[in-house]
Structure formats: C-alpha cells, structure tokens
C-alpha cells in the first residue's frame, strides 16, 4: 500500500521561507513522478510543481515559479518543496501527489494524471 506523508507546514511571516517533505512508502520511489498542489477554501485544487521519475525534468506554475523548488532524494524516498519569498496568497492546504503514468523525464501537471494523494499540510502566509 501507498503511503505519502507530509510534513513541514507552518504559520510564516510574508518573506519568509518553508520546506515542505513528503515521504513515501510501500513502492519504490524511483517508480514515481511526484507532485504538489494547494488547495483553498471554496476553490479547485490547483497546481504548484511536479518532477519527473528520474529527476531530471521539473515543471512549476507561473504564480510560484522563481520562488519555489521541488527537488527529490531517492535514497529518502523524499520529495520536497522549498518555498522562498512567500506571499500571503501562498496560503493553502498543500499536497503532495504520486504518478505512475507517463515517461520518464515528464513532469506531470494534471490532478487526474496522479495516482496517490497524501493528506495535506496547512501552510499560513501572515501578512
């Protein structure tokens, strides 16, 4: 069974910085593009940034693009997101997704191109 656990999340001044974590379990990490997303109250999950199986391709929404950055750790089974210069529309329940699908080197956009979900982690930007 797949497990993605999340961590990091926090309540952080309008400027400041947070890395979220997302572990992995029970497949091979090596075995999945990853993927985070943020979600709002009252609004569609939307989202942030995916890297691909190997690595080697990245991809990240326009709106946190120059100020976030997904990298992975395979002998962690850890996805990350450091998030730099946050903004108080930065503020959402953040996820982290898993995707079996695709190439190697394709970084995946698309929830429904996501196969397993962790269970979210409140991050609060103060302005």
């Known amino acids: 069974q797949v497990q993605l656990i999340e961590s990091g999340g926090g309540l952080v001044q309008a400027g400041g910085s947070l890395r979220l974590s997302c572990a992995v379990s029970?497949?091979?990490?090596?075995?999945?593009?990853m993927g985070w997303f943020r979600q709002t109250p009252g609004k569609e999950r939307e989202f942030v940034a995916a890297?691909?199986?190997?690595?080697?391709?990245?991809y990240y929404a326009d709106s946190v693009k120059g100020r976030f950055t997904i990298s992975s750790d395979n002998a962690k089974n850890t996805v990350y997101l450091q998030m730099n210069s946050l903004k108080p529309e930065d503020t959402a329940v953040y996820y982290c997704?898993?995707?079996?699908?695709?190439?190697?080197?394709?970084?995946?956009?698309?929830?429904?191109?996501?196969?397993?979900w962790g269970q979210g982690t409140q991050v609060t930007v103060s302005s």
């Open positions: 890297i691909s199986r190997l690595g080697g391709s990245t």
């Open positions: 029970g497949r091979t990490f090596s075995s999945f593009a």
């Open positions: 997704a898993a995707s079996e699908r695709g190439l190697n080197y394709y970084a995946p956009q698309q929830e429904w191109e996501y196969d397993y």
